[in-house]
């Protein structure tokens, strides 16, 4: 009865929103053709998407994107499996937990930029700083959500093992692990997102190889600002499907975990 | 006696660690370029310290995330507040708000060097930036989860909309602000180290990148602990606030 209202609701929404994404980018448009800043400084939206399509259609693009990317793959495996590996490992024996819980947690107070000069130092500025720095910034996330996930399950089903008499290894693999397994699904979201911030980041501060933080920095360099906005754009879209990809999964997750109850 | 046990299981990996560290520097597997010996850290410390060094550069990173993270959080605050008490706000801003904090903060880096240079003005609006997300994300949800409950209780006392907002509202969303501050603050904090790596004259980022191609690796990691500490201090210290301000509210919630 009321889904026409919803759907008119929901038109009406979205009319509102697209009319604010239409005034920016007509403001910008308008700035753009009476030249109120220099074209360094303001290109204008139509020379930002022929920017775009060349840079996609000539290969520039495909390839800063897809070397990032190979970077986020190495480091990313590498911390993210140290995470689970150290984060699950803690969750099933407190002995593993007091035994590293306290060194983790001083560590984990530097913030993750912090790190790059010392990486820097004993690695070199080349890609193997890099793909360290990536794998460190996917440690930490990781190894937390495992820890909780493992610590959130609930008492009830590890007493159900006991009665039914499940060995360390089954326990592990029918209850702790799928029932941890939300958790560790964020942990792997918010440990790609940090990634991919940091691909970026590392990629701007060292400039060594190609990459898309390199693109964008060296476009800075040569007060390019089309290609500056193309490589942002391009950026966020990247961070969103890495989000909403990551979060569908979880939000799957969770609502079997809630009708399995 | 099992918790006694559990802090000294934790000393464990600590200790080993320095004691490796102390076995290859004295048997100087690596140059003390790269690795200096433990105890180097604490004479280097105390050069910092006593030279002044070290509290000057801390000092003017301070100051700058002081700048950026109030700007930042008070226009997160003021953002969210406008987005979740005012539905056309929302309606209008929010996709637009959505789509702009999808950029990792760091992506914007260039873009504001070339719009606000180098200098002061582009540090403070890159922390305010990645300070504003997470407060005005934190508000928003704060207040949207305000039970429908006390806005009736509101309605019923026909409040305006100023007192609704900070007898009902604020008060209720505030463990939500709390985080929202806590997570600002943490961010400002990495992002100000970030923008010093990169650009800075003077700064404990910037000492950093002056160590660091010194080749001066005491140096670097004394910034990295000061570095911690800081924004270890600052977590507390936000902490010991919500603890103040939540405990004294606690009971009237829970009734």
Redesign the interface.
Request: aromatic share 12%; charged share 10%.
């Given at each position: 009865m009321n889904i026409p209202l919803q759907v008119a609701g929901f038109l009406?929404?979205?009319y509102?929103?697209?009319?604010?994404?239409l005034a920016?980018i007509g403001i910008w448009a308008a700035l753009a053709r009476l030249q109120a800043f220099p074209a360094?400084?303001l290109p204008a939206p139509d020379a930002v998407l022929t920017t775009f399509l060349q840079s996609a259609a000539s290969g520039v693009l495909g390839a800063s994107l897809g070397a990032s990317l190979g970077r986020i793959a190495q480091g990313f495996l590498i911390g993210c499996s140290l995470g689970l590996l150290l984060g699950a490992s803690m969750g099933v024996s407190?002995?593993v937990e007091?035994?590293?819980?306290?060194?983790f947690n001083?560590l984990r107070?530097?913030?993750?930029?912090?790190?790059?000069?010392?990486i820097?130092?004993?690695c070199g500025i080349a890609d193997l700083s890099k793909i360290v720095f990536i794998a460190l910034g996917a440690f930490f996330p990781m190894a937390i959500n495992t820890f909780e996930g493992i610590r959130s399950v609930p008492h009830g089903y590890l007493e159900v093992a006991r009665v039914f008499e499940f060995g360390k290894l089954r326990l592990l693999g029918k209850i702790v692990l799928p029932g941890a397994l939300p958790s560790i699904v964020t942990g792997v979201r918010l440990s790609l997102?940090a990634s991919?911030?940091l691909v970026?980041?590392s990629e701007?501060?060292t400039r060594s190889a190609p990459g898309i933080g390199d693109m964008?920095?060296s476009?800075?360099e040569g007060?390019k600002?089309d290609v500056?906005?193309v490589?942002?754009?391009v950026?966020?879209?990247v961070?969103?499907l890495i989000?909403e990809l990551l979060g569908q999964l979880e939000a799957q997750l969770q609502g079997w975990k809630k009708t399995s109850r | 006696m099992r918790t006694l046990?559990?802090?000294l299981?934790?000393?464990?990996?600590?200790v080993l660690?320095l004691a490796a560290w102390d076995y290859v520097t004295r048997r100087e597997l690596f140059s003390p370029q790269?690795l200096p010996p433990s105890e180097m850290l604490l004479e280097t410390w105390w050069d910092m310290q006593t030279s002044g060094e070290l509290a000057l550069n801390m000092r003017v990173s301070l100051c700058r995330v002081a700048g950026g993270f109030a700007l930042g959080a008070a226009l997160g605050f003021a953002l969210g507040t406008a987005m979740a008490t005012c539905k056309?706000v929302d309606?209008?801003?929010?996709?637009?708000f959505n789509?702009?904090r999808?950029?990792?903060?760091?992506?914007?880096?260039?873009?504001l060097?070339?719009?606000l240079g180098i200098g002061e003005l582009f540090k403070v609006a890159f922390i305010s930036l990645g300070a504003l997300i997470p407060m005005a994300l934190k508000t928003y949800e704060g207040i949207k989860a305000v039970s429908p409950g006390f806005l009736e209780l509101a309605r019923v006392f026909e409040f305006g909309r100023f007192r609704q907002l900070t007898k009902i509202m604020l008060p209720s969303a505030l463990p939500s602000l709390l985080i929202g501050l806590r997570l600002s603050l943490?961010e400002a904090?990495?992002l100000v180290?970030?923008a010093e790596?990169?650009v800075a004259s003077v700064g404990i980022?910037n000492t950093?990148?002056v160590?660091?191609r010194l080749?001066q690796?005491d140096v670097?990691?004394v910034?990295?602990i000061a570095?911690?500490?800081t924004?270890?201090l600052g977590n507390a210290l936000l902490a010991l606030l919500e603890a103040r301000l939540l405990a004294s509210r606690r009971p009237t919630c829970a009734q």
């Open positions: 009406g929404r979205s509102r929103g697209a009319i604010s994404f920016l360094e400084l407190p002995a007091s035994l590293f819980a306290p060194l001083a107070q530097v913030p993750i930029i912090g790190w790059i000069p010392l820097i130092v004993w997102g991919w911030m970026v980041w701007i501060n964008l920095d476009a800075r007060s600002m500056v906005i490589c942002i754009v950026i966020g879209a961070a969103f989000n | 046990k559990r802090k299981l934790g000393l464990v990996a600590p660690l790269l056309a309606d209008y801003l929010g996709p637009l789509t702009v999808q950029v990792p903060i760091v992506g914007w880096l260039p873009f060097i070339v719009w943490s904090w990495m180290v970030a790596l990169v980022g950093m990148t160590a660091r080749f690796t670097v990691l910034s990295v570095i911690a500490i924004g270890y």
